[in-house]
């Protein structure tokens, strides 16, 4: 029997709303994993995210064996009691670093050799070792570890990702897991859609728990990703979680759920927040616009976030100002809620068969925003 059960429980078009049972818990898709590199979705603490609804996090291999380091956590009794985190946590390989960092590293089939990005010591990252720091983290779902090339990537290095892409995949497989643990594989192929079709075949035909869509909002431009995305997630594996890997602006959600997505992660909602950037349902609004000084009025009115009921655009504005550490609190939670928000109507209008409707009316309200 599989440690992962998908069962979807219903479509409209492409989207799918679906529930997730793992060993140790479940979730209800589509959903938006919020991203707890080090071991903390910053500024918030885990009473909070579970307040929200949340319950699967991210965290990240590369980063956590770094610091505080894998025998820290190991000892600590691995990563959910670390951070004293109760439900599930999908781990990333390491891959995207080997994209944002590869300035520090050297690549080749056997793996990745990188000089730390804190204090410059030599390290080597391999399918074999990143599959060990993800078990010794106890991770529910862990990504397989993956090449991920930049956008503007030329034909060739593209096809030469995919590929190691597919033999690490391989030997990530053959690495023995924790009873508990899923694993999930990752198609790349730049914004080529042949590529993308023939890496998709590969990777689908090894026997992953789960798939994902990785190397998308790299630097290509935002169109081009959804047209990949529209094109090649209909096509990953009918029965198993359709997980498109980094992208969080809500536009990009409500697409990319039509398009058959059931996972989300990205930094976006929290960074934005410390950023000054906050969500509303006409868009994003800067904080420390002097338009907002005396707006004694909530982020948005129509959202239902504890920060929306208690404060103002003037208060959040002064915080932000005065660099009061509040204000990354409020700030971040009002954003994750209005995304977790987000995609919990996502699931509901699937339900009801009114995906469509939902859609429109979300990018009417913006186009709305922007006529006024």
């Known amino acids: 029997m599989s440690r992962l059960q998908f069962e979807i429980e219903a479509r409209d078009g492409a989207a799918r709303a679906a529930r997730v049972t793992l060993p140790r818990g479940g979730f209800d898709t589509p959903v938006f994993m919020p991203v707890g590199t080090l071991a903390t979705v910053k500024a918030l603490e885990v009473g909070e995210l ?3 609804g949340v319950r699967v996090v991210l965290g990240n291999a590369y980063h956590l064996a770094l610091r505080p380091g894998t025998d820290v956590v190991q000892h600590c009794g691995g990563l959910h009691r ?26 080749d089939d056997a ?37 991920c090339p930049p956008a503007d990537a030329a034909p060739a290095a593209i096809e030469e990702a995919m590929e190691r892409t597919t033999r690490w995949a391989r030997r990530c497989l053959a690495v023995e897991r924790p009873p508990h643990q899923v694993r999930f594989g990752i198609v790349q192929g730049g914004t080529d859609l042949t590529l993308r079709r023939r890496h998709l075949e590969a990777i689908a035909a090894l026997p992953f728990e789960g798939f994902a869509l990785g190397g998308l909002s790299v630097g290509e431009a935002n169109e ?23 992208v969080g602006r809500p536009e990009d959600l409500v697409r990319a759920i039509g398009a058959g997505v059931d996972m989300f992660d990205c930094v976006m909602p929290t960074r934005n ?9 006409e868009g994003r609004i800067v904080i420390s616009n002097a338009r907002h000084r005396l707006e004694d009025r909530p982020i948005d009115e129509g959202c239902g976030c504890k920060v929306c009921a208690r404060y103002s655009r003037a208060y959040l504005r002064h915080l932000y100002v005065a660099r009061e550490l509040l204000y990354s609190r409020l700030a ?7 995304v977790v928000e987000l995609v919990r109507q996502a699931r509901a209008a699937i339900r009801c068969g009114r995906y469509a409707a ?15």
């Open 224 to 246: 081009r990703m959804h047209e990949v995305v529209a094109e090649v997630a209909p096509r990953l594996p009918e029965g198993a979680p359709r997980y498109l890997m980094g």
């Open 111 to 147: 793996g990745v050799a990188y000089r730390s990005h804190i204090d410059g010591s030599p390290h080597f990252l391999d399918p074999e070792t990143s599959m060990a720091v993800q078990a010794a983290l106890g991770a529910d779902i862990a990504m397989a570890f993956d090449h």
């Open 50 to 52: 579970e307040a929200l």
């Open 82 to 107: 670390f951070m004293g985190w109760p439900h599930l946590l999908l781990t990333d390989s390491g891959g995207f670093q080997v994209f944002s960092l590869r300035a520090l590293m050297r690549i």
């Open 332 to 338: 971040t939670l009002h954003n994750v809620h209005v």
């Open 273 to 281: 927040a410390r950023n000054g950037q906050l969500f509303t349902a």
């Open 358 to 372: 939902f859609a429109a009316e979300f990018f009417a309200r913006r186009a709305a925003a922007d006529r006024g």
